[in-house]
């Protein structure tokens, strides 16, 4: 009856492990910049539905700053933990539906992307400054 050497199953055993290692810090880094664009996308379906809410409840909505450097948001627009929305200027959301236009960057860490607003509808469009 033949079997498998000790040394056989121990060189197995080793080069499974180098596999792993090698494979186990690209899953997570893969893992972190698939939850960064679930979370961006549902941001920007939010920011895309502002303008129809607007119409849908009557009233108005800003997206830009105060003066004190923080963001005004509308109180239903869910934001992620470690996300930040910055606005160059107020995007402003009418009754009837449109907006004003403008830039936004979406932050997290140290991933950074600036979005397209533009007027009348403000579906986010992704910006490329030149």
Known sequence: MRGYTLLELLVVLLLL????????PRLS?????????FQQEDLLQQ????????YQQGKSYRLGLLEDGQVTLD??????E????????????YPNG???G?????QQAFF???WLLEAPLCQPVLYEAG
């Open 98 to 100: 449109v907006c004003t």
């Open 47 to 54: 920011i895309a539905g502002l303008g129809y809410k607007a």
């Open 112 to 114: 950074t992307q600036q």
């Open 75 to 80: 109180p239903s627009l869910t934001i992620p």
């Open 102 to 106: 403008g830039v936004i960057s979406l």
């Open 17 to 24: 492990s180098l596999v792993a290692g090698l494979i186990m």
């Open 29 to 37: 880094t893969l893992y972190e910049s698939a939850v960064r664009s």
């Open 82 to 93: 470690g996300w930040t929305i910055n606005a160059e200027t107020p995007i402003d959301y």
